[in-house]
């Protein structure tokens, strides 16, 4: 039996939710599977409808944190089958207590805080009692190296995607009237913040139409920078070039992104905020759409550079403009789109399952 720690998880949702919710479900193919994870409203619709087992845990994130230690520990002692416990995050394992093998999944983000300071002290503590490391991508292995890590714990595996759904006419019809006709499309799904960087997409877009007057930009999301992006789209008098969506369905989303030519999210570091990986490249390449990506981070590992997209400096207005154009010209986006679509299968979760199988 595998032991599933975690905090995120469906049906709330996002990035971290998919990833544990694909891993799941995958290793539920292989062994029985217990997960241990945090009250959701919707949880019981949600919760009846799955082959494995799931207890929720409720209350204030603190005592949350104790109550969900406590009742896995318990288990544990209940249960002489279990083979491993995996957890989503590393405060997730901080009071587990058990001789079984326990592996840590690392993101960037929560590992991301100086040497030396208290944060890096504690995480260095709780890792020195964690069997396993899977880091999300090189990037965010080599991080964690850096910050103290033992790098003998660390091996790298992606996050995964489930092979794309076929879209329904009605969502496809729903896109292009929501597009009117514009081209060339360039789209961003992603939550709104620094770290995303939909400013410097829209300050390049200004510079872009006058090449492409036609030219359309879709943001799917939302988040504290929304209103921002809103009013720098205004002053630069994009209004009728970009379309701001957020609570669509999933059939909608993935109808815009297959009727786009280029998914664009030149990623940057923002304080302790980084991208790790960059899911949303991969489900953009699902549907044969490349993509632009920033270097800081590991968006490396999701776009093959010059072939399935560019990695360019996110910082950098200007290559982040000329990144776009040397794409949507000559219609490069179309050969990439079929690269991207075949480099897309090794993300399969039936090809990331067989990776941690074997450290299981």
């Given amino acids: 039996m595998y032991i599933v720690v975690t905090r995120s998880f469906p049906p709330e949702v996002g ?28 949880y019981k619709d949600h919760d009846q409808k799955v082959s494995f087992s799931i207890d929720r845990v409720g209350g204030i994130k603190l005592l949350r944190k104790h109550r969900k230690s406590y009742l896995v520990n318990e288990f544990i ?4 089958n279990i083979n491993c416990v995996i957890a989503d995050h590393w405060k997730s394992l901080e009071l587990i207590k058990t001789t079984n093998k326990k592996i840590c999944l690392i993101h960037s983000k929560e590992i991301n805080h100086k040497k030396g300071s208290f944060a890096n002290r504690r995480i260095l503590k709780a890792f020195k009692n964690i069997d396993q490391v899977v880091a999300n991508s090189e990037y965010t292995k080599n991080l964690a190296v850096e910050i103290g890590i033992d790098e003998n714990k ?12 076929k879209i329904d006419k009605s969502s496809i019809k729903e896109a292009e009237n929501l597009l009117k006709s514009k081209n060339p499309r360039l789209i961003t799904v992603s939550r709104f913040d620094k770290r995303k960087n939909h400013e410097k997409v829209i300050m390049a877009l200004r510079n872009l ?15 504290e920078e929304e209103e921002n992006i809103k009013k720098l789209t205004n002053e630069l008098e994009l209004n009728e070039n970009v379309i701001f969506l957020k609570n669509i369905t999933q059939e909608l989303k993935n109808a815009l992104v297959s009727k786009s030519n280029l998914f664009v999210m030149p990623s940057i570091i923002h304080k302790t905020s980084v991208e790790g990986f960059g899911i949303a490249y991969v489900e953009a390449a699902q549907y044969g759409i490349p993509s632009i990506g920033g270097k ?8 093959k550079n010059n072939e399935t997209g560019i990695i360019c400096d996110g910082n950098n207005l200007e290559e982040i403009y000329s990144s776009i154009d040397l794409i949507l010209k000559n219609n490069s986006y179309l050969e990439m789109g079929k690269k991207a679509k075949d480099y897309s299968t090794k993300f399969e979760w039936d090809n990331i399952t067989k990776e941690y199988l074997k450290i299981l």
């Fill in 15 to 42: 990035g971290m939710q998919n990833l544990m919710w694909g891993l799941t479900c995958s290793l539920a193919k292989y062994n029985l599977v217990k997960v241990f994870a945090d009250f959701h409203e919707q």
């Fill in 77 to 80: 002692k209940k249960n002489k």
């Fill in 154 to 165: 660390i091996i790298v595996i992606n996050p995964g995607v489930f092979p794309p759904k």
């Fill in 209 to 223: 139409k006058q090449i492409y007057p036609n030219i359309i930009y879709t943001c799917i999301g939302y988040g």
């Fill in 296 to 303: 800081d981070g590991g968006a490396s590992d999701a776009i």
